[in-house]
Nanobody, 115 residues
Framework: VQLQASGGGLVQAGGSLRLSCVAS????????MGWYRQAPGTQREFVAT???????TYEDSVQGRFTISRDNAKNTVYLQMNSLKPEDTAVYYC??????????WGQGTQVTVSS
């Protein structure tokens, strides 16, 4: 499975971005997709996940501002980010989960929010 993330960029605080992650190849045992982010000097942290059945989970600081969704026909997962804050600045990674582990990772896309 290869994951290609895109959609990052520079936006002012309060603005919006939509990230996309296209998956190529196939694994019958992928049971979820997620987004993580990593700011300079910090560890990678969980942002959001969506199961094969469409159940979503969010990190507390993005709840109500970010929305994860998927288009199975396009093998694509999206992260709609609204009301962006400077602290959302990070490299955002998409990942595919097999069992309880995220086994496949995309290359990351930079999101920069200016104040």
């Amino acid at each position: 499975v290869q994951l290609q993330a895109s959609g990052g960029g520079l936006v002012q605080a309060g603005g919006s971005l939509r990230l996309s992650c296209v998956a190529s190849g196939s694994r019958f045992d992928i049971n979820g997709m997620g987004w993580y982010r990593q700011a300079p000097g910090t560890q990678r942290e969980f942002v959001a996940t969506i199961t094969r059945g469409g159940i979503t989970t969010y990190e507390d600081s993005v709840q109500g501002r970010f929305t994860i969704s998927r288009d199975n026909a396009k093998n694509t997962v999206y992260l709609q980010m609204n009301s962006l804050k400077p602290e959302d600045t990070a490299v955002y990674y998409c990942a595919a989960r097999v069992g309880s582990q995220y086994a496949y990772w995309g290359q990351g896309t930079q999101v920069t929010v200016s104040s």
